[in-house]
């Protein structure tokens, strides 16, 4: 599977971004979906996933409350609603795709999309 991001940009403390990957080939709603996130100076890091089937989502403490994932299957695109953007949020925002277990453990995953640059002025 083949991914593509978009959405980043710059926006004030406070603001919102909408960010969206889209995905090539049909076996798109068998892989559990995920964003990570890479800060300068700073590892890539967990952001969110959602399972195939979009019941069940899991998000790094950071973002709880202030970030939702959600996929649409019939359109091969998995989404990344940010609200209460702070300045820490600044990072390159990158999805992902493989198995739920590689995903919320942030190893060995199969599938990246390029990133997308968000950045937070305060």
């Known amino acids: 599977v083949q991914l593509q991001a978009s959405g980043g940009g710059l926006v004030q403390a406070g603001g919102s971004l909408r960010l969206s990957c889209a995905a090539s080939?049909?076996?798109?709603?068998?892989?559990?979906m995920g964003w990570f996130r890479q800060a300068p100076g700073k590892e890539r890091e967990f952001v969110a996933a959602i399972s195939s089937s979009g019941v069940t989502t899991d998000y790094a403490d950071p973002v709880k409350s202030r970030f939702t994932i959600s996929r649409e299957n019939g359109k091969n695109t998995v989404y990344l609603q940010m609200n209460s953007l702070k300045p820490d949020d600044t990072a390159v925002y990158y999805c992902?795709?493989?198995?739920?277990?590689?995903?919320?453990?942030?190893?060995?995953?199969?599938?990246w999309g390029q990133g997308t640059q968000v950045t937070v002025s305060s």
């Open positions: 992902a795709a493989d198995y739920w277990a590689q995903l919320v453990r942030g190893a060995s995953i199969d599938y």
């Open positions: 080939g049909r076996t798109f709603r068998t892989f559990a």
